[in-house]
DNA sequence: GAACCTAGAGATTGGAAATT
DNA sequence: AATTTCCAATCTCTAGGTTC
């Protein structure tokens, strides 16, 4: 059920907040697959799982749980999943905050990270600061018909155990205005059948390979359509005997190679390694390790 | 009519905080 | 010190609508 809002907005837009360090690392990002760092650290069905992996990649706790923005109470990091559909890229509602919490000093200056939904890769980032039009459709809400007006940002509770639990959600209509970039490379259509039930293990195979692979995992043979795979870039993918762990019981997707992102960090080897889980979990190589960590942040 | 898409709501998770 | 409750967060499901 949704409900009005709680905290009234305030009437300036925000200040600019500017981290030349954190904007490095973001770029750096771009290319890099979090599911390996996530199944390292978080446990295999956790719902930040991703989120918590790109905080340890940028050097922060994994499970920060702070009200306050997470990079220098300043700058909030929020990881925006993203898919392809016909109508380009797209994504969900992004919850904010819990109810009882202020959500606009939350949004005051946002980092969004945009991971791919089916390989979990960092596909992009935007810094955005509510200010302008961001500002003024934000603010709108608080006099927005709950129910009829679709406002960018609102309260949805949910009925759980103790009452209800009201959380601030700002809408998918907002974040593809004045978020998303109209196209992006390394962003897939979404994938029915396979892929739904926890994430897929991924193999990359050239659009030329024919229909038949190794898996980079266990060395069975991986089947699937190539036609498909040049059509939409992945296809679900049969693996056949034996089926040894990690192998048995995950679904798997194979993905054409020349769809994929590189990451400038890793390179294109440990990219793919990485992003095809052979990389051991005490190997995966943190972002933030990466070039030294300047004092005063180039502010 | 099959496949796809969307909004709304529910289900889960590990760490932090609170309590015993 | 050990246990329980609380909490942030978002992934997943479902029903109903749209589009090929």
Redesign the pocket.
Known sequence: ??LPLVHPPPSAPAEVANCDHLARLAAAARGLPLGAAAAA???????????NALQWHLGL???????EP?WERRI?I????VW????GL?C???????G??DPWR?LDNVLFVLAD?LTRVVVGHRFVTRDGDRHTSLVAAWRADT?FD?PAL?V???????GA?P?Y?V???WLAAHVLPTDLSGVF??L??AA????PLLAVADEGSGGAITCPRCGAAIGFDPEALRRRGAVPAHHGLPLAAPCATREHVVLSRSRLLVNDVLGADDTLATLQSVVRHDRLTRLADHGAEPDDHRH
């Open positions: 059920m949704r650290i978080a446990s295999p069905r956790s719902r930040g799982r991703h989120g706790s994994p499970h920060d749980a702070r009200a997470d909030e929020k990881l925006l999943t392809r559909t016909r109508a797209v969900d509602k992004l919850k904010v905050c819990d009882d919490i939350k939904r129910h679709a609102f949805e509770a949910r009925d759980g155990e103790g639990r959380a959600y809408a998918a209509a259509a979404g029915r059948g739904r039930s926890g994430d």
